[in-house]
């Protein structure tokens, strides 16, 4: 079956930089696209960056432009979220999404 699996999050001080990984099995990884997304107590569960099958396009929601990067590593089968200058307001649960999959979450907090 197909299973995304995050990496672990961290505390990060506010301006600090964390970089999450998704590994992906059970699908031709190179077929999909795939996005990140985020959900903070209390609030919905929102989309945050996409990066679709073909090379080199992706997305980002205007919160985090200039700040996140995702990549793909289509030989590793991973998806990767780079957070830059992270911000108090990016502290929340993060998880990898393709299709209808969802890996498990993983908490980042952005406090000092």
């Known amino acids: 079956q197909v299973q995304l699996v995050e990496s672990r999050g961290n505390l990060v001080q506010p301006g600090g930089s964390l970089r999450l990984s998704c590994a992906a099995s059970g699908l031709s990884f190179i077929n999909y696209d795939f996005n990140w997304y985020r959900q903070a107590p209390g609030k919905e569960r929102e989309w945050v960056a996409g990066i679709f099958r073909g090379p080199g396009i992706d997305g980002y929601a205007d919160s985090v432009m200039k700040r996140f990067t995702i990549t793909r590593d289509n030989a590793k089968n991973t998806v990767s979220l780079q957070m830059n200058n992270l911000k108090p307001d990016d502290t929340a649960v993060y998880y990898c999404?393709?299709?209808?999959?969802w890996g498990q979450g993983t908490q980042v907090t952005v406090s000092s």
């Open positions: 999404n393709t299709e209808d999959y």
